[in-house]
């Protein structure tokens, strides 16, 4: 069964300053999902990593995959309080038809 | 891109009766499937919607309490049946299919029960 492990859960930081949100999930998987909620909001599509060593990047928001290590990483670079949302990563169950599995959220607040 | 809309956007039931919540979207899509999300929680698949057929269900999620229709491919329906203060949550359609595997989401519905 595919678990899917976020870390840290709570993150509270200075405008500024550079992060990273972990993402491990424990079985094979080649496609992996990040997504923004704000509060009250559904879901915004961040990014969609399809292979091994896929970068994405989108203002001051980078996302990497390692399958080999199940890992995922979402880094933010020069933080500013607009990126403060609950970040939740998203791995596909393989071969089972574009069913999804969450992480548990990671919620960014930053400060000021 | 895909865009959903969901209806309705957020009722209160009481106790015993049933909600049924519609997820409409603008283009035919392989796959939809049906989330709940509990305040401050993560998002939980209930099934999957299969087009023409009875849907999937994940572990702890019963067609009986959660009926759901998908007559094509660009609608379905999950109700809510014989509610309980623990259904109260947002319920997301969310679908996908496209050439990037995107997987698109709906506004929710937010239910609460009494």
């Known amino acids: 069964e595919l678990k899917v492990e976020q870390n840290p859960l709570f993150l509270s930081m200075q405008e500024g300053k550079n992060y990273t949100i972990y993402c491990n999930y424990s079985t094979t998987s080649d496609r992996l999902y990040w997504y923004r909620q704000d509060p009250g909001k559904s879901l915004e599509s961040l990014f969609v990593?399809?292979?091994?060593?896929a970068v994405k990047q989108e203002g001051r928001l980078m996302a990497s995959l390692d399958t080999k290590a199940r890992l995922s990483t979402l880094h933010i670079t020069a933080a500013v309080h607009d990126l403060s949302a609950t970040y939740f990563c998203?791995?596909?169950?393989?071969?089972?038809?574009?069913?999804?599995?969450f992480g548990k959220g990671t919620r960014l607040h930053i400060l000021p | 891109s895909a865009v959903i809309s969901q209806k309705p956007s957020r009722d209160i039931c009481q106790r015993g009766t049933s909600l049924t919540i519609q997820c409409q979207v603008d283009?035919?899509?392989?796959?939809m499937f049906w989330y709940r999300q509990q305040p401050g929680q993560s998002l939980t698949l209930i099934a999957t919607?299969?087009?023409?057929?009875?849907?999937?269900?994940e572990s702890g999620f019963v067609i009986d309490k959660f009926p759901i229709s998908r007559p094509n491919l660009t609608f379905s329906t999950l109700t809510v049946s014989n509610m309980s203060p623990e259904d109260s949550s947002i319920y997301l359609c969310s679908a996908s299919g496209g050439i990037n595997y995107e997987q698109y989401f709906g506004p929710g519905t937010r239910l609460t029960v009494t």
């Open positions: 919607a299969n087009q023409g057929s009875e849907a999937t269900y």
């Open positions: 990593l399809l292979s091994n060593g």
């Open positions: 998203a791995v596909q169950v393989a071969n089972r038809d574009d069913k999804i599995i």
């Open positions: 283009s035919q899509v392989t796959m």
